[in-house]
Every structure is written in structure tokens, then in C-alpha cells.
DNA sequence: TATTTCATGGTTGTCTCCAATATATTCTGA
DNA sequence: TCAGAATATATTGGAGACAACCATGAAATA
């Protein structure tokens, strides 16, 4: 009765497919290291194996899933180590992503920001955590926007995809916040300055301090391991009766 | 029953599909814009559709080639601006890679690297392209793995594969490897100093110059299209809209 | 000439086989 | 009792057939 979200885009159904399950991932459905089966899979999305499979092949070069040899496919692990590699990766193209958009945005652009960033600064004051994460996202986003690059938007998009998990699970802390508004401030003012250079490198650390309170926030909740060990053990198979097989 | 490369590897198939394929792409056997027919590849290949649809899956989240709906995969074009956007998002990546070396590389792989320059050296002296080119390559990949953070060596091979294209058609000028050797000089010598900072600039720079060198070749030999306009038989399909925020 | 209709080839999605492999279970011998 | 071998079972990998759908271009019509 579960249609794949009801969704008859025009788009075909592999895709369809990767985008339900990159979803399941971020927030947490399909937990990191949970062994992925194609036959359940199957039923639950109500789709055959084959735009499955070719669903699971996308995620895996996306880096969301690990192929197992003939063992199909395994939700990628979440280890503190990666988390911090993809910031480390991350905070330059934010910088690259600043520098270019001080040297080729436009005044309206600018003005535009500002406007985004205002109405950020009274989510901020009026404690609205979710109205301000809302539109952080969404000037970082117009910053990579108005970089004029497809290539470096499209590959921050397909590294963040893999820190959103992260930032689901993590909840910063009042102190970070408010840093994180004041380094804000510096970020438009450079922006408005035209000083790409300063830009750059303002964006630069405004990714390495949120990672380490990703990091942190991540840490005291236990929602990841400190190394990225794989102690975990593989999910219990379920006991499934197979019910009246004659043989 | 031959199969596609006699390869009996313990790999799947459809990743030594995608492997084949990519080589293809990129030596040219399958030129940019080309229409890929799925009847025609498997029976080159010798596979079924199967692997060939899933390695076609992954390709295409690549940016090898683009799916499109219901009509198969064409090769990803390969334009101006895309050659030069991706050289800009190498270029951070690079530099990144160098301060990250410099900080992580102990003093035994730092020798190694003036052993790998010096042969490389050599063969500028000796006037052997291939084998400077060939050294090139593997300085600048031992740089990336000193670096010691495997996401970022995934993201700058994921993008080096669509360049190598490029690469492949381009032939630079005798002064441009002048000069290229020159900063060579200057980059060891950062790395010996431990100046971090600096090789990463230096690496920006000479990944800057590359490209610049790179596209000159390709707009002298006539391999690429000028403006990544499509004259071409298809329409030009990425266009994202620029102020319009949903996702 | 412009528009509509229609035939065709290619892709997409589904299904059914079968082989190869990994995992679980049972059996055997010390 | 327990380790290791042998067997059984489940799952993935791959091949191929089939139907449905879509894009495209040619033919027919106004």
C-alpha cells in the first residue's frame, strides 16, 4: 500500500529510489551499519530489485552505503574520523565558495544576503534555534550560488549529504551559538567589503569550529563511536519461520 | 562463454563495467555527447543489461555521463566552463592537500617525495615528457595521501577523472613546462621548510596555471568547444535556477 | 505549410531463472 | 564438551524475456 512517496514525477524510479533512501539515511531510519537486503527493501518501497539495486550502486559511489561483497550492502558507518575528514574538505570549498562569490555577485545579490541574514540575526535573539538553522542553511547555500560553479556546488552537495546526518543527530551548544552568529557578522562584513581573500578564511574557520562542535555535540550524546572502530556487530539476523517450505 | 575481459577479479561486474567504461570516456573511444545505447554496449562488453545499467548508474553520479529520461546515457560534454570550474574546485582541494602534508608527513615520506623530484627533474633535463608526466602524476598523489584524510583524496580523484579527458587531448607548451618544473622547485622546497601556508599556495597557484595552460591547448587543438554552448544536437539540459530555493 | 497521427526503436521496470557465495546449522570425532 | 568439517539455507550476482512507456521522425491530413 506504500507507493515510494506517492511521487509520479517524471523522473525514473532509481532515482526516486536513491532519494527515499538517502532521506532514510540522514535522519537516521536506516541506521549506520544496519545491513541493507534487497528483498526487504524491495517490499517496504513496493519497487522490484532492479532499480533497487541501481539505486544502492548511486549511493555507494555517494559514499552513503558500502557494497559488501556478495553480502549487498551495508549503511555507511559514521565514525568520528570521517565526520571530521568531510569538514576538513568542506571548510575549503566554503572558502573557495566565498571568494568567488565576493569577486562575481552583484550589488543586489549582496543586498539580498543581507536581508537573509538579518532575519537570521532576529531568529538568533528571539531564540528561534529552528527558523535560524533554516536560514544559515540557506545562505551558505546562496553563497555557493552565487560562486557561479556547478562543479564545486555539486560536489559540496554531495559531501554535505553526508555531514546532514551528523547535523541531525547533533544539537549545538548555547555557546557555539551564539560564536556562530558573531563569526556571521564578520562573514557579511567581508562579503560587503568586497575582501574575498578575508572571506575565505573567515569561512574557512567558520567550518572548522562547527565541526569541532559537531563533534562534541555528537560525542556527549553518544550518538557516534570516538573511533571508528568496528566493534559493531553486524544486526542479529531475524529469525523469519519460513512458513510451510516443503522440501 | 568469454567473458568481458577476462577478468576473473573477485570484483562485480558491474564495477569492471564502470571501470571499462570510464576508461573509454576517457581515451576518447567514447566521445563527449555521444549517445550511449544500452543494446550496442552490451554486446561490445559481452554483458548482460543488468551490470550495465547499474555501472551506468554510477557513472552518471560521476558526472561521466548523463542520464536522460527514457532516452539512455549520453557522455557527459566536455565544455569550457566545466574544465575550468572543476580545475577551480581542484585547485582549494590541492592546497589542502599540501598544508594537510606538511603538517601529518614525517621527515622519512618527505625524502621520498625529493627522491620521486629529483627523478622527475631528471627527466625534464632529459626532455622525456612521458616520464615527467608520469612522475608529476605521483608526486601530486602521494601529496593527497600523506595528506591523510581519505575523503579528501575520494573527492579530488572523483573530479581528477573528469579532467583526465581533458588532460588526455591537451599538450602543453614547452614553457609552460618550464615553468612548471620551476614551481616544482619551490613547492619541495615549502615541504622541506614545513611552511604549510605557503605550499598551499603555491599548489593553488601551479593548479592554476595548469589549467590555464590545460584549456589553451584544448582551445589551440580544436578538441573542445569554445563556450559550453550546445550547438549540439541535444539541449543543453543543467540549468539551475538561481534565486528559487526548494529541495 | 502547419498540425496531427502513427509507427518504430530504445529505454524502463518487472519477473523468472540459475550460479556463486556467505551465513547458519548440524554432524562428527577427539 | 567443544572444535572443526560437512551440510543446508539464504542472499546476492548475473542473464534474459517480456510488457509498457516514451521520444522521435515520417506520413497523412487540413
Known amino acids: 500500500m506504500t507507493k515510494p512517496e506517492e511521487a509520479p514525477d517524471n523522473t525514473s524510479l532509481h532515482f526516486r529510489v536513491a532519494d527515499i533512501l538517502r532521506d532514510k539515511i540522514t535522519y537516521g531510519e536506516l541506521a549506520p551499519r544496519m545491513r541493507l537486503t534487497e528483498r526487504v527493501l524491495c517490499e517496504e518501497l513496493n519497487v522490484s530489485r532492479t532499480p533497487l539495486r541501481e539505486a544502492l550502486k548511486t ?3 555517494e559514499g552513503l552505503v558500502e557494497l559488501l561483497q556478495n553480502r549487498g550492502a551495508m549503511v555507511t558507518a559514521m565514525t568520528l574520523a570521517d565526520t571530521a575528514q568531510t569538514f576538513e574538505v568542506l571548510s575549503v570549498l566554503e572558502g573557495l565558495s566565498g571568494e568567488l562569490a565576493c569577486a562575481r555577485a552583484d550589488e543586489a545579490a549582496v543586498a539580498g544576503l543581507r536581508q537573509l541574514h538579518e532575519a ?3 531568529c538568533y535573539r528571539a531564540g528561534d534555534r529552528e527558523g535560524y538553522f533554516e ?17 564545486l556546488l555539486a560536489t559540496h552537495d554531495k559531501l554535505n549529504l553526508r555531514l546532514r546526518r551528523a547535523r541531525y543527530f547533533a544539537n549545538v551548544s548555547q555557546s557555539r551559538w551564539d560564536s556562530a552568529m558573531a563569526e556571521h557578522e564578520q562573514i557579511m562584513a567581508a562579503l560587503e567589503a568586497r575582501n574575498g581573500k578575508r572571506l575565505r578564511l573567515l569561512l574557512e574557520e567558520h567550518i572548522r569550529n562547527k565541526c569541532d562542535s559537531v563533534i562534541a555535540a555528537l560525542l556527549s550524546s553518544g550518538a557516534i563511536r570516538a573511533i571508528g572502530s568496528s566493534a559493531a556487530p553486524l544486526p542479529a539476523p531475524k529469525r523469519r519461520e519460513a512458513a510451510g517450505r516443503s522440501r
Chains 1, 2 share one sequence.
Open 59 to 61: 549511493l555507494a559511489s
Open 120 to 122: 537570521m540575526g532576529a
Open 135 to 151: 536560514l544559515n542553511q540557506t545562505i551558505h547555500a546562496r553563497l555557493f550560488l552565487l560562486a557561479g560553479n556547478p562543479v
